[in-house]
């Protein structure tokens, strides 16, 4: 399938079967800004819970917290963010349409033979890092870019924009304040370094981990929940000793690849791209990018942060925020490797990946299945449950089971239709296992378990199966 079709078949799928709608949908949407359904969810609460556990759970010195989206205003001069978070933009005169440069210069190499768009790109990098401006501008004059609305190389001077979104706090205007909402998680974290550290008795290297909203005012929003105006992240600060940064994000490198591949995901399908134009907090800095169906994108970013955010707040707070190392004798701010992956696009990438047409005609016979083969562990669903009729006391034997499972995972109870169509749903939202109640079963206490991937079935004891869906569905 071409992979612009993948992606339309996704976005399709996805809201055909209740995993992700357009926000306020019924009053036409709102750009860039989506909903999670019933099954959506839970597949993002499965995916964010595996990550929190990796961290906090599966690492000794690593704690999590939850911070608020509101932080004091000065948090974000000190961060940089209100000076510095900022993207190249141009205007086309004729539309008023705004585009991100990078984003328009990308857009325009993926038209050009390999080589060209590859030292288009290196050019744009370069200028980018230089922050030449002007450069930008005459890059895109030369390669002729046209606004895909007017048609028109028509273009304004490039300017930076702020993505920061704003609002008021106070109840009456002369009183109230400006404040943000959060567009990265990492600096809760930060401002609460000392109270984890202090009352968690934390000595270094450790780290905070946390899950939460962000909010961006991205110009160009697209490729579905890839680039959204409010979005979740799942970062990770681990702060280390001054000078043994580079071998931590190094090992944060190796470390977080290893998660990717234990969603079993084939190892061709990311690669590692380091950062030419290192953001104003960094001294090294690379994505991990996924083989989307639009192509490879970053879906997690490494950062070695040095001491940039903790030395900025202690210097705008004016409260002290150095540890003291008792081994080396000695108090210093800690440097600061990040690892932050975005929950949206890691859904989206579980989702391309996951997602299947299959042709399953044989001779004269037609058939075909879209499967979602989520692993187990991630799905929204683990077992659906179908008595084969809805008498005989079947429906009763079903119950019995999904009484017994549902307090360890997710179950599905369905009555409706043939076995075939039943299975075809649960294909469709990614269950891995699905149980036939028969009237075998009122014989034997044995029912048919079908796996999802193989359409294998067997019989096995209705006894048998909560144990041996809580084995497969096992994260570690
Ligand atoms: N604290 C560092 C930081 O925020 P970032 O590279 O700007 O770094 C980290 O963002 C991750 O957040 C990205 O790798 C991406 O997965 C996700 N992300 C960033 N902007 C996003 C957006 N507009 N929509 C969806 N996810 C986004």
């Not at 704690?63 to 932080?71: L, N, P």
């Not at 943000?180 to 270094?204: C, D, H, S, W």
């Not at 992956?341 to 890691?346: A, E, S």
């Amino acid at each position: 399938m071409a992979n612009d079709n993948k992606l339309q078949s996704i976005i399709g799928h996805c809201k055909e079967y209740g995993f992700i709608f357009q926000s306020s949908e019924i009053y036409d949407g709102l750009s860039a800004v989506y909903d999670y359904g019933q099954y959506g969810s839970e597949l993002k609460k499965n995916i964010r819970d595996y990550w929190w556990r990796s961290m906090t759970q599966m690492h000794d010195n690593i704690v999590g917290i939850d911070a608020a989206i509101f932080m004091h205003p000065t948090t974000w001069k000190a961060s940089g963010h209100v000076d510095n978070f900022s993207d190249p933009m141009i205007d086309n005169k004729d539309s008023k349409k705004r585009y991100r440069v990078d984003h328009l210069l990308e857009a325009h190499a993926e038209t050009l033979p390999e080589a060209e768009g590859k030292a288009l790109l290196e050019k744009m990098d370069q200028l980018l890092a230089a922050e030449d401006f002007t450069g930008l501008k005459a890059l895109i004059e030369e390669n002729k870019i046209k606004c895909a609305v007017s048609d028109t190389c028509n273009w304004t001077e490039v300017r930076q924009f702020n993505l920061m979104f704003s609002t008021q706090v106070g109840s009456v205007a002369e009183e109230a304040s400006e404040i943000y909402l959060r567009p990265e998680t990492a600096q809760g974290i930060f401002v609460n370094f000392l109270n984890v550290q202090k009352t968690g008795r934390m000595k270094i290297p450790f780290g905070i981990a946390q899950t939460g909203k962000a909010f961006r005012n991205e110009i160009v929003a697209r490729g579905f929940i890839f680039r959204m105006r409010e979005f979740e992240q799942m970062e990770m600060q681990f702060f280390v000793r001054p000078g043994t940064q580079k071998e931590w994000y190094e090992y944060w490198k190796e470390a977080r690849m290893k998660w990717h591949l234990s969603l079993g995901i084939a190892p061709e399908r990311y690669r590692f791209h380091d950062h030419v134009k290192l953001a104003h907090y960094a001294d090294a800095a690379c994505d991990i990018e996924f083989d989307f169906p639009m192509g490879f994108k970053e879906v997690e970013g490494i950062h070695s942060r040095t001491d940039f955010d903790l030395k900025n707040h202690q210097q705008f707070s004016g409260k002290k925020l150095t540890y003291f190392d008792t081994e080396l004798n000695q108090h210093y701010i800690p440097y600061v490797v990040e690892t932050s992956i975005g929950l949206d696009r890691t859904v989206m990438m579980i989702l391309s990946e996951a997602y299947e047409e299959q042709d399953l005609s044989e001779g004269d016979k037609q058939d075909s299945r879209v499967v979602l083969k989520f692993p187990p562990m991630l799905a929204p669903i683990k077992l659906a449950v179908l008595p084969l009729t809805k008498k005989d006391g079947l429906p009763e034997l079903a119950r019995e089971l999904i009484n017994e499972c549902k307090p360890h995972f997710k179950c599905f109870y369905e009555e409706k239709d043939s076995i075939g169509k039943r299975y075809r749903r649960q294909d469709a939202i990614g269950t891995p296992f699905c149980v036939t109640i028969d009237h075998q079963t009122k014989e034997d206490g044995t029912v048919t378990i079908r796996h999802r991937d193989s359409m294998q079935q067997e019989r096995v004891p209705m006894a048998g199966i909560k144990q041996l869906i809580l084995e497969k569905i096992q994260a570690f």
